[in-house]
């Protein structure tokens, strides 16, 4: 008897390759189960427009959703982060894999660190998350939106086009560029997006809980009660994944849950920042502990204003 191979829908870029084997083998391992990639071209790979220019949410998903309903794989394979937080209808987020290093970071010319950039240096990020929080703190510097894969931005810095560029150190990790890296941002200087360095795996409801059950040995529950928090905050401030908004939650030593957010106006000007911590145990279990501890931390943030700044960004990229 042979067993066929479970059908792992995945984006076509090094590091959504990278990512998806890594899952792919985990599930093999844990399971005895064989999976094949299968490589799915989205829109957000091939138009050349400015992601905040996209629509926002889901260009990045938005293919490997239609792969699923069509039945051609049995499951997929995203960046968290790229996830709208709208529930997908007839879709089920089967698993959230255990968070890597949810920072960001500077991959500079000559080895520069973040502080030693010259004034009027040239970052690229197409992130208006990332321009926001590094204009706070270098208002100086200059942010020059770009796009494309991980190597693309490298290949800018390489060229000497742009000084430097942000990226997320777990997506270079995934492409193997760990060692153009040339500086790390703590999360208390710049809040990673929700979701960020942690990977979803999403399958059709129908199969959720009978055929496909066995994806629930790749969740990793603190991460998903994390990530619950943090993706609260983003739904809660109807802002999308182009808005400027950082969230992080970990787990305390003492096993609380400490989640921190900022919204800061695209040009660094104006910020909420916010921070809370749930008793888990206080709640029925961990992921609802998280979702109240999202909520709570959200309605705080918009007593502040935090609704302003991103309805405010918002109307600065044309999207209202
Ligand atoms: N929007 C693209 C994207 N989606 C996920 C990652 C990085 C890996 C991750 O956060 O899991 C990246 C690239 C980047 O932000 O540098």
Known sequence: MTTTAARLGTRRSTMATSQSQRVADTITARTGVPVELVLITSFGDVTRAHLTQLGGTGV????????????????????????????????????????????????????????????????????????AQLAALRPDLRYVPIRGNAETRLGKVASGELDAVVLAYAGL???????????????????????????????RTADAAGALSYLGTVDHGPTRAAVTAERVVLAELEAGCAAPVGAYAEFTADDRLRLRAAVVAPDGSQ???????????????????????????????????????????AVGRGEI
């Open 60 to 131: 990045f998903v938005n293919a490997l959703r239609d792969a699923l309903l069509a039945g051609d794989v049995e499951f997929a394979v995203h960046s968290l982060k790229d996830l709208p937080t709208a529930p997908a209808d007839g879709l089920t987020l089967a698993a959230v894999t255990e968070r890597d290093d949810p920072r960001d970071a500077l991959c500079a010319r000559d080895g520069l660190k973040f502080a030693d950039l010259p004034p009027g240096a040239t970052v690229g990020t197409g992130s208006p998350r990332r321009v």
């Open 173 to 203: 990790d995934r492409v193997g560029r760990l060692d153009d890296v040339t500086d790390v941002f703590e999360v208390e200087q710049v809040l990673p997006a929700p979701g960020q360095g942690a990977l979803a795996v999403e399958c």
């Open 271 to 313: 910020a909420v920042r916010a921070e809370r911590t749930v008793t888990v145990t206080d709640y029925p279990d961990t992921v609802q502990a998280a979702a109240a501890l999202g909520r709570q931390l959200a309605r705080e943030m918009i007593r502040q204003g935090a609704d302003r700044i991103v309805a405010d960004a």
